[in-house]
């Protein structure tokens, strides 16, 4: 271990972090407490990080901890255990260091990660906090590995920092222990692309590609997206809510997903996503890879500065319960896609394919039909958090219908106000009393916002919408509330195979060369018949099945005509008869503009 730089206007609380074995996959971290509780400090790991909302015991990935008194670091202090991430250190008059060694390997936007190509970590993952102290403002002292593999690595964060040297490592500060872990780090070899959005910097740092990235090519589209986002919360001023914001992300083989913080994100994605000299583009995976930054990039003032109360502060240690996250999360999926098609990265009519896609998503789901949108944030640590073979018979999902409550709710405000107001002002007021204030928006925050929007001539309106569709299990009767001067929507007739699969009701994996059964939906042909997740579906009509031949054989079928399953459970072979029913198909749309 190298020793850290100490001076004495260190703040009280310190991190010092070695990326100490790069093939063990493991940091050793160092916390040093300038004034530890004098009665015994407590020391705590998060259970879970902000904005993924599971129960993670990061604590699980410490493979050793101790302390001593910085006067006598030989002799070690007995650190009592409370629970299995909380210690107690006995009574001392001094400084304390505590030393801990966590594994880490989890190449996740959520955890950390170290290997010999690259390192990553959120603070939650790595770093105790002091408890009592944790308002207190920290150092976090990166120090830079003694390996060779990672001689030319540089560090990219968007924590603030003080003494650096030209690779990144050295000493950053943070406001506070949830300043420091709202500040994901990642070490390697970055390509980066830089552009400005009315003074304000920002970056993509893009790891995993290997071939020369479009850099200009991202700046582009990226300053497009971020200054119309700006713009959206801030017409006048222009002005964003922070001095940088930095996008890390990690391509990778596969992979997909973002975490969202105040001035940065941390995103995964497939190295195909990422425009590179010399290689094929699919342009419909690369709009999804900016859709993704435009919704990390939307939390930073949803969700990230207007937060539910319940997230005030967050409390690390159990579970932080809102019924809002169809707000947080689904208008914030309303608005990543709204944006592409604003700020002309997509034309109008592959935006509504776009929500026409997700539409139809929400429809193909059981689940909907039994949980609200206000019970599935509720019990997000619970259900959708935690997927099994019976989700999407029992979960609706706070992002997809969530979306689609944002786009019914701006259809509504245009059509009560003729166009003279949309949600974007429901966002500006909400942005205006809870964002810039920093005051926490009320599990029933909205009611209020609404009505001084919209007055009382919209109230009944509100009132009917939350009953039926965020407390209740209605579907969104989006088909006549859409202005048909501007976009028509048709029913969707699907081809025959299509329409055959849909009344099957089956999801799917293929193991082994078998076709098994991963999601039997409830009400489809499949159920009817009695088959289970984890069957393996062998043949229809006496002709083998599996991934390859499946809709070939799936084409033949006729609605209303019985038709001869075998499948395998447990190794024994069964068969079963089945038919497609009318009944079984869920409405499909699709939306296309007027003219
Ligand atoms: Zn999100």
Not at 335 to 345: C, K, P, V, W
Request: aromatic share 10%.
């Amino acid at each position: 271990m190298q020793q850290a730089i100490h001076h004495l206007d260190m703040p009280a609380i310190q991190y010092t972090v070695w990326l100490a074995d790069l093939h063990g996959h493991r940091f050793h971290v160092k916390l040093r407490i300038e004034n530890p509780n004098p009665d015994g400090q407590q020391l705590q790991m998060p259970a879970w990080i902000p904005g993924s909302y599971l129960i993670r015991d990061f604590s699980k990935h410490i493979e050793s901890i101790k302390a001593y008194e910085v006067s006598s670091p030989t002799d070690s202090l007995p650190l009592e255990r409370i629970d299995n991430d909380q210690w107690l250190l006995p009574k001392v008059s001094g400084p304390v260091e505590v030393l801990t060694t966590v594994y880490a390997f989890d190449s996740s936007v959520r955890a950390a990660f170290l290997n010999n190509e690259r390192a990553f970590f959120n603070a939650s993952s790595l770093c105790l906090s002091a408890q009592g102290q944790e308002d207190l403002p920290c150092a976090l002292i990166l120090i830079p590995p003694n390996d060779s593999y990672a001689s030319g690595w540089s560090v990219q964060t968007g924590l603030r920092s003080v003494k650096l040297d030209s690779q990144g490592y050295g000493f950053y500060l943070a406001k506070n222990y949830d300043d420091l872990l709202d500040h994901p780090v990642a070490f390697g070899d970055f390509q980066l692309a830089q552009w400005q959005v009315n003074g304000v910097p920002h970056t993509m740092a893009v790891q995993g590609c290997l071939h020369p990235i479009n850099l200009q090519r991202i700046a582009k589209d990226l300053q497009a997206i971020c200054a119309c986002t700006i713009a959206l919360f801030e017409p006048q001023t222009q002005q964003a809510p922070f001095q940088s914001y930095l996008f890390l992300v990690n391509a990778v083989l596969s992979g997909y997903g973002g975490l969202e913080h105040r001035n940065s994100t941390a995103l995964l994605c497939k190295r195909d996503q990422i425009p590179q000299l010399n290689v094929p583009l699919d342009e419909a995976s690369y709009r999804e890879f900016l859709g993704l930054c435009s919704h990390e990039y939307f939390h930073a003032w949803l969700v990230k500065r207007i937060q539910p109360t319940a997230f005030q502060p967050y409390q690390l240690e159990r579970r932080n319960h809102t019924r809002l996250l169809w707000l947080f999360e689904g208008f914030t999926s309303y608005y990543d896609e709204l944006q592409l098609f604003r700020s002309q990265r997509i034309d109008l009519k592959s935006y509504l394919k776009l929500v026409a896609n997700n539409w139809n998503t929400v429809l193909r789901g059981p689940g909907r039909h039994k949980q609200s949108v206000a019970d599935s944030s509720f019990d997000a640590w619970t259900k959708y958090y935690q997927v099994n073979e019976n989700t999407p018979n029992a979960v609706v999902s706070y992002y997809g219908k969530g979306a689609l409550l944002a786009l019914g709710l701006d259809l509504k405000i245009r059509e009560f106000t003729h166009n003279r107001q949309s949600l974007d002002d429901l966002m500006r007021l909400i942005w205006d009393r809870h964002g810039r204030t920093h005051m926490g928006i009320a599990e029933d925050g909205l009611d209020m916002l609404i009505l001084e929007l919209l007055g009382n001539g919209f109230t009944q309106t509100w009132n009917r919408f939350k009953s039926l569709y965020i407390f209740g299990v209605e579907d969104i009767p989006l088909q006549k509330w859409f202005d048909p001067r501007i976009v028509l929507v048709k029913t969707k007739l699907p081809s025959r195979l299509e329409r055959n699969k849909l009344q099957l009701g089956l999801r799917y994996s293929e193991a082994q060369g078998w076709l098994k059964l991963t999601h039997v939906l409830d009400g489809g042909a499949l159920q009817v018949a009695g088959l289970a997740p984890g069957d393996l579906l062998a043949s229809i009509n006496g002709q083998r099945v599996t991934a390859m031949s499946l809709d070939r054989i799936v084409g033949t079928l006729t609605e209303g005509k019985p038709f001869v399953m075998c499948f395998y459970r447990d190794d024994l072979e069964q068969e079963c008869m089945a038919v497609l029913a009318p009944h079984q198909l869920p409405i499909q749309y699709e939306l296309l503009p007027a003219e």
